[in-house]
């Protein structure tokens, strides 16, 4: 061997060499190096995810925050409050099962939050598991009694269950904790409504009232107390105090228009229909209420327009296609009412609701003559032909997982 080269072999092997640096590690495609340190501790990922999510929050991106919290969860799932602040939001659009589910599991992970404990026997006071939120609730007051808001969430889960008197007493106790609060005394005035004490609920939504002039809720139920004894000036009054106080309150708009119906203020009332539902374009009841009106007053463009709206507003509901039929019959439009009963028969679940399209379909038919019948039986074919064209090319739905559907929750008396 080369003695240069030899040299430069035993320069390079030479143990106690500390010119040079030690190589670094091999590193594997797809694997991290054990000497790697750009990982993200999962914990810290999920802080941030958690800290976006409020943002989010703040920002009234609740669909993104939702996203956010689930990711922080992924990467922690010890980590406290996001799936509390989950089922807050889950609330906000009424979707009482998942926000159930969010408040268990952030029961399960931490007993110790007690908003959790609270928001979990509301959301199933709301889905009408009576007992569990009763014994839940009642569990809560025991752990910390000198806390109103769980005496008032009692309050509400024993008024749901049928305990009018329990109810009575857990608000009288919410009430005698500091700080004060309006919205006890107007959920007592209910509690006192319902019972037939009439004259003890009013000095409630008046203490209510005197305590938050913003109170809307108090401002309603004074408004139907008056309407339900005839005394129907103060009840339009009320309700315009509580529209005043928010402007998107539909409950106080459609008060004001039932009341200006009863007192024969039509064109006012037809006024205040379309108010009501532009701030609530599925209120199926007030829109058939506000057809008919309209209708009564010669204004059949305008009824058919509010139709055709609530098609536009709930665009896969059977029931307001029912409605847009019905008024097309009316108006004499016979080939178009089929089709739009054809269609509400198609996406109506109730079997009731079935038969009635099926009833206006073959009443139509009957009386129409004999051209027109043909037409609306070539209409009758096309239509079950796209019918079938779209199931063919709509994708299989996923498996159920068994979930249980949300149930509706009772509009009073509010639980917030």
């Known amino acids: 061997m080369a003695p240069a080269l030899c040299l430069l072999l035993v320069l390079v092997l030479a143990p106690g060499d500390t010119t040079e640096s030690r190589p670094a590690p091999l590193i594997v495609p797809g694997r991290p190096s054990p000497a790697d340190t750009t990982r993200v501790d999962p914990k810290a990922r999920a802080r941030e995810e958690y800290l976006r999510g409020r943002e989010l929050e703040r920002l009234n991106a609740d669909g993104p925050a939702i996203v956010s919290y689930a990711l922080a969860l992924r990467h922690d799932p010890d980590i406290p409050d996001a799936n509390y602040r989950i089922g807050l939001l889950e609330l906000k659009s009424s979707s009482l099962m998942s926000a159930t589910r969010a408040f268990a599991a952030e029961l399960k992970?931490?007993?110790?939050n007690l908003d959790a404990a609270r928001e979990l026997g509301l959301a199933l006071a709301r889905l009408g598991r009576h007992d569990s939120a009763v014994r839940r609730l009642e569990a809560l007051v025991k752990r910390a009694?000198?806390?109103?808001?769980?005496?008032?969430?009692?309050?509400?889960?024993?008024?749901?269950?049928?305990?009018?008197?329990?109810?009575?007493s857990a608000l009288r106790r919410a009430i005698a904790l500091p700080p004060p609060s309006a919205l006890e005394h107007r959920?007592?005035?209910?509690?006192?409504?319902?019972?037939?004490?009439?004259?003890?609920?009013?000095a409630e939504y008046r203490k209510a009232i005197a305590m938050d002039p913003k109170e809307t809720g108090a401002w309603v139920n004074l408004a139907n107390l008056a309407r339900k004894d005839g005394d129907l000036a103060q009840a339009l009054t009320d309700f315009r105090e509580a529209e005043k106080r928010d402007s998107t309150l539909a409950l106080a708009v459609s008060g004001q228009a039932l009341v200006l119906r009863q007192l024969g203020r039509d064109e006012e009332a037809a006024a205040t229909y379309r108010r009501l539902l532009d701030l609530d374009p599925t209120d199926r009841a007030s829109r058939f209420d506000a057809i008919q009106l309209f209708d009564s007053l010669g204004r059949g463009d305008i009824a058919l327009q509010l139709a055709r709206?609530?098609?536009?507003?709930?665009?896969?509901?059977?029931?307001?296609?029912?409605?847009l039929g019905l008024e097309l019959q009316g108006r004499g439009r016979t080939r178009e009412a089929v089709l739009e009963l054809r269609r509400a028969h198609a996406l109506l679940a109730?079997?009731?609701?079935?038969?009635?399209?099926?009833?206006?379909?073959?009443?139509?038919?009957?009386q129409a003559p004999a051209t027109l019948r043909a037409q609306l039986d070539a209409d009758s074919v096309a239509f079950e032909r796209e019918r079938t064209r779209a199931a063919r090319a709509r994708p299989l739905a996923k498996p159920s997982l068994g979930t249980p559907d949300s149930t509706s929750a009772p509009a009073l008396p509010d639980s917030r």
């Open 109 to 112: 992970r931490h007993p110790d």
């Open 145 to 168: 009694p000198q806390d109103g808001r769980n005496w008032r969430a009692l309050g509400f889960a024993q008024l749901l269950a049928g305990q009018p008197q329990a109810a009575e």
């Open 309 to 323: 709206d609530g098609v536009r507003a709930e665009p896969g509901s059977g029931a307001a296609r029912l409605l």
């Open 187 to 202: 959920d007592l005035g209910y509690v006192l409504a319902q019972t037939g004490r009439e004259a003890e609920a009013r």
């Open 350 to 366: 109730d079997e009731e609701g079935r038969a009635r399209a099926e009833r206006l379909i073959a009443n139509l038919r009957a």
